[in-house]
C-alpha cells in the first residue's frame, strides 16, 4: 500500500506514521526528517534548506522532488510506504502522480488553536526523531529519548513566528491538494483530535 499522509504541521503525520508503520511494516518516509537529517550532517542539501527549514518556509519543488525520486528508488520503498509531509504543492503531487501514484491520501483534520498547542510543546529527539510532547507524552527522564537516549530538544521551526509562518503555507500551498485528491477518489478524511491511539483506530477502520 502506497499512503499519503496530509494534514497541517502539528496533526500528527509523524506521530501516525511511527504507529501505524509499525502495524503494516512499511516505510515511513517523511521529508522533514530527511531535510532535517541533512541540515545535521551539514550536507550541499543541507546547507542550502537550513534558513528554509527554520523560518517555516518551503523548499523548491525541483529539491524536494529530486529528494524523494531518489528516496522511492531504495528496495524498501518498492511495494509500499507513507510519505509523510510530501507532496506539499500541487507540482509535487503532479510529479509523485507520474512516479509512483499513491493508493490513499490520509488527511488528518485538526482545528489551529490544537496545532499551536500541540508544536509549542512538541519535543523531538535530535539523534533518532522520536517525537515526544512536554504536556502529553514526555520522555521519562527530561531532555533524554526513552528509546535511544539521544537529546530531547525543540525543533528550530516551532518557535510562534515560524509556526505561523507552516499554518500559512500549509494553507494556501497545501490545502488545495484535499481537493486535488478528493477529485481523483483517493482521499480518507480523518478526525485527528483524540489519543494518539484513538486516532489510529480510526485511520484503521477508515482503511479496512
Ligand atoms: P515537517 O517535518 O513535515 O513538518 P510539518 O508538516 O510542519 O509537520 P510537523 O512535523 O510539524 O507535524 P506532524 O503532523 O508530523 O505532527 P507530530 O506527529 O510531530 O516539515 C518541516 C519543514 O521541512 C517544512 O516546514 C519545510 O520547510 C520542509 N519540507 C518538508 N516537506 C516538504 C515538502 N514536501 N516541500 C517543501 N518543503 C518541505 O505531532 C506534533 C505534536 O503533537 C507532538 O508533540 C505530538 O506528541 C503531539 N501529538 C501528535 N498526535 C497527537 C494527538 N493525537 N493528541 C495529542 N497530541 C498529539
Ligand atoms: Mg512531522
Known amino acids: 500500500m502506497k499512503m499519503i499522509f496530509l494534514g497541517p504541521p502539528g496533526a500528527g503525520k509523524g506521530t501516525l506514521a511511527d504507529l501505524a508503520v509499525e502495524e503494516r511494516k512499511l516505510p515511513h518516509i517523511s521529508t522533514g526528517d530527511l531535510f532535517r537529517a541533512a541540515v ?13 527549514l527554520a523560518s517555516g518556509g518551503l ?3 525541483d529539491l524536494t522532488i529530486a529528494l524523494v525520486k531518489e528516496r522511492l528508488s ?17 507540482p509535487q503531487a503532479e510529479a509523485l502522480e507520474a512516479l509512483a501514484p499513491a493508493d490513499r491520501v490520509v488527511n488528518f483534520e485538526v482545528a489551529d488553536e490544537v496545532v499551536v498547542g500541540r508544536l509549542s510543546t512538541r519535543r523531538v529527539c535530535r539523534a533518532c526523531g522520536k517525537i515526544y510532547n512536554t504536556k502529553t507524552m514526555p520522555p521519562k527522564k527530561e531532555g533524554v529519548c526513552d528509546a535511544c537516549g539521544g537529546e530531547v530538544y ?6 510562534e513566528a515560524s ?9 494556501r500551498q497545501t490545502a488545495p491538494l484535499i481537493q486535488w485528491y ?3 477518489g483517493k482521499l480518507l478524511t480523518i ?7 484513538v486516532v ?3 485511520f484503521n477502520k477508515a482503511l479496512a
Open 191 to 197: 478526525d485527528g483530535v483524540g489519543d494518539p491511539k
Open 154 to 159: 525543540t525543533r528550530d521551526d516551532d518557535k
Open 40 to 52: 545535521k550532517n551539514e550536507t550541499e542539501l543541507g546547507l542550502k534548506v537550513k534558513g528554509i
Open 74 to 90: 531504495a528496495p524498501d520503498a518498492a511495494s509500499g510506504w507513507i510519505l509523510d509531509g510530501f507532496p506539499r504543492t500541487i
Open 200 to 202: 489510529l483506530e480510526r
Open 163 to 171: 509556526i505561523r509562518t507552516r499554518l500559512e503555507n500549509y494553507r
Open 59 to 61: 523548499v523548491p519543488d
Open 182 to 184: 478528493g477529485a481523483r
